[in-house]
């Protein structure tokens, strides 16, 4: 689980989206593919910290097709 800096700055990223380069953007699916495969890897019954993780996994989504637009 990522510490409160690494969520910040995972913040700005993804706020930075219009902006990314196509290194940027390389990045951010490979954040998302990690993301995603830590979704499936959670505990199923703990539910709040699934759907915590899952809301990184949509705002990366987001911002892939922010960039993209």
């Given at each position: ?35 995603k495969r830590?979704v499936t890897e959670a ?27």
């Amino acid at each position: 689980m990522p510490d409160d800096f690494d969520y910040a700055w995972l913040g700005e990223f993804i706020d930075n989206a219009p902006n990314w380069s196509e290194e940027d953007l390389a990045t951010a699916r490979s954040i998302l593919a990690d993301q995603k495969r830590t979704v499936t890897e959670a505990h199923p019954r703990d539910r709040r910290n699934r759907e915590k993780l899952q809301s990184v996994v949509d705002a990366l989504e987001r911002a892939i097709e922010t960039h993209g637009s």
